[in-house]
């Protein structure tokens, strides 16, 4: 395994923007070059600590999934190889994990999916027989599976700061009322369509979040990544029981162990132990050996 990144420093292209674990370069006009850091970001902070591999195993799976996705909705994939695009004694911190893609206007909110009750969706409920303001039937459990996917979105906030969630009135606002249904039934199959394929491979994607940007004329894309584990919720299926939260293939379990380390989920936030870091690059890989093997 190659050595952790936490930051690239690629100084042939301009450097434009550094999120919570992509760093973003311009190519030309029409193209920019995200390099997937190993960078991990829980409760909206970026820890100090970098996941060994995280960015390579990230970038496969949004790539398996955008290709598999294409047909409901144009992604911002070139096909470019990044290597082309860096100076060649950059080569090592792009190969594996970056992309070369479409120069898109990223629409002002985060499109969430749930196909489950868990998380703050749990917490509401418990409250208000509601999700995001969505009322609900009394009588659900912790995780269990909605009667039909939600679209829930959110806010995007900057590096440090907390999404919130909002109606989806507040999204036709934000967006337009055609955009925003556009946004919203692209979000309900894309989900649809990815759940039924993970179902097959033992995995529940108990909810998910998607980003989408425009084109000069327009046109929708999904952009950013793709159900991968830190936009998702994964859950082995053959270890799902409503009541309970299952264990995952995802951050969870670097959020389980913050949960209970005490720390006020404000920045800095604390260094992982090595066994918490390895463990959660572990649980990344074999959601990707789960989602791509024949």
């Known amino acids: 395994m190659t050595t952790p990144m936490y930051q690239s420093s690629i100084h042939s292209l301009p450097l434009l923007n550094r999120g919570k674990v992509r760093d973003i370069y311009a190519v030309d006009d029409q193209h920019l070059l995200i390099v997937t850091t190993d960078r991990l970001s829980a409760f909206d902070v970026v820890l100090p600590t970098p996941i060994p591999g995280k960015g390579e195993v990230l970038t496969a ?6 290709d598999r996705l294409k047909d409901i909705i144009p992604n911002q994939l070139t096909g470019i190889p990044p290597e082309t695009v860096v100076a060649p004694q950059e080569h090592d911190q792009v190969r594996g994990r970056a992309i070369v893609v479409k120069k898109l206007a990223p629409l002002p ?5 749930r196909g489950y009750l868990v998380g703050s969706g749990w917490k509401e409920y418990k409250a208000n027989s509601s999700v995001c303001g969505i009322p609900l039937p009394e009588g659900f459990k912790e995780a269990d599976k909605l009667p039909e996917p939600l679209f829930t979105p959110s806010t995007k906030a900057a590096a440090g700061a907390h999404d919130e969630n909002i109606s989806y009135e507040k999204a036709e606002e934000l967006l337009g009322k055609e955009l925003a249904a556009q946004v919203r039934d692209a979000c309900i199959t894309l989900y649809k369509e990815a759940a039924a394929y993970a179902a097959s491979k033992g995995i529940i994607i108990a909810d998910t979040k998607f980003e989408f940007g425009q084109d000069a004329q327009g046109k929708l894309y999904l952009i950013d990544e793709a159900l991968t584990p830190d936009s998702s919720r994964f ?3 053959d270890q799902y029981r409503p009541g309970s939260n299952p264990p ?9 162990w913050l949960e209970a380390s005490g720390w006020n989920k404000q920045a800095p936030g604390p260094e992982l132990p090595p066994a918490v870091a390895a463990k959660t690059g572990e649980k990344y890989r074999e959601a990707l050996k789960r989602l791509t093997e024949s």
Do not use: L
Request: hydrophobic share 50%; aromatic share 26%; net charge negative.
């Open 235 to 237: 859950w082995p299926a």
């Open 248 to 256: 995952s293939f995802d951050k969870q379990y670097v959020r389980d």
């Open 109 to 113: 909110i985060e499109a969430i999916v």
């Open 61 to 66: 799976i949004s790539d398996f999934w955008f």
